[in-house]
């Protein structure tokens, strides 16, 4: 269930630098560390909902050095990075000004790094005054590289990539219930029960580039960090797929806890929303952004 690639168009020079930016990071600062870690090089990043979270030296060098990079690539921009809003959320009000901000994922996957496993990866999105312009995804172990412009396409190693837009009669895919409010969760699950397939969901950068090639054919999220979704988003629409929340929406930047429904195309998306969302659907929740 492949999608399909074209030599037809490529990428600009804008999101050619942006691409080789990416991958310069991943070869400079992720993996000459990749199961090299020490003591003292995996931190806990513990919060009220993720006890568990981490953050590794890689996670840090990265992020620093993509922040100087991706301002000298757009004079005038500004960065937000996941580590630099760990300490001080405020930073996500610059995301309303009408600067453009590139949000930073220096390294989704931490776990996964930390761990010694893959897939992990940086991911980067440009966007200004809630609008995505740009994004990209390097999936560092196999050095794959997604970028997407708004309104240009979508490209894999520099090649248009197209998702596959064929009907599923039952789709695969995941309800990530780790953050989702329990009684949500719950009813979730009875519903997709015998009529929607589960598979595992590894990293944001993973999931979503598995989406464009048709890998798999939904996934449903609810703790909405802008960093492990902007970029994914543009980039799956860009290939033609969908990312919205149930009331039909295009994602929204400025979301934080709310449903969100990201398919390989428009059928596959209504159907999975008629099953999960459709009469007596689970009523969103959301709360403010920024908050826990």
Not at 83 to 105: K, M, N, Q, Y
Not at 234 to 245: K, N
Request: glycine letters at 8%; proline letters at 5%.
């Amino acid at each position: 269930m492949e999608g399909t690639t074209s030599g037809v168009n490529e990428p600009s020079l804008f999101l050619e630098r942006l691409g080789d930016l990416l991958q310069q990071t991943s070869k400079q600062e992720i993996l000459p560390k990749f199961q090299r870690l020490v003591d003292g090089d995996i931190a806990s990043k513990a919060s009220k909902e993720d006890p568990t979270d981490l953050v590794t030296i890689a996670d840090r060098t990265a992020e620093a050095f993509l922040t100087s990079r991706l301002l000298e690539l757009l004079p005038g921009s500004l960065v937000i990075g996941e580590e630099a809003v760990a300490g001080d959320e405020r930073l996500l009000d610059l995301l309303e000004g009408p600067e453009s901000v590139w949000l930073v994922d220096p390294l989704d996957g931490t776990r996964n790094f930390a761990a010694g496993n893959g897939p992990f990866g940086p991911m980067v999105a440009l966007i200004r005054q809630g609008t995505l312009l740009a994004a990209a995804i390097h999936l560092s172990l196999g050095d794959e590289l997604f970028l997407a412009e708004r309104g240009c396409g979508t490209f894999h190693n520099g090649k248009r990539l197209t998702a596959n837009s064929s009907e599923s009669d039952r789709p695969v895919g995941t309800v990530f219930s780790k953050f989702t409010p329990k009684d949500l969760a719950q009813d979730l699950e009875r519903r997709r029960e015998g009529h929607l397939c589960e598979t595992p969901i590894l990293c944001a950068a993973y999931q979503y580039t598995r989406l464009c090639r048709g890998q798999k054919d939904y996934d449903v999220y609810y703790r909405l960090m802008p960093w492990d979704h902007a970029p994914g988003a543009l980039i799956l629409r860009e290939a033609g797929g969908v990312s919205r929340h149930p009331d039909g929406r295009d994602y929204q930047v400025s979301a934080r806890r709310e449903l969100l429904l990201a398919a390989r195309s428009e059928t596959v998306w209504q159907k999975v929303r008629a099953e999960l969302f459709g009469e007596k659907r689970p009523l969103r929740t959301s709360v403010s952004k920024g908050s826990d």
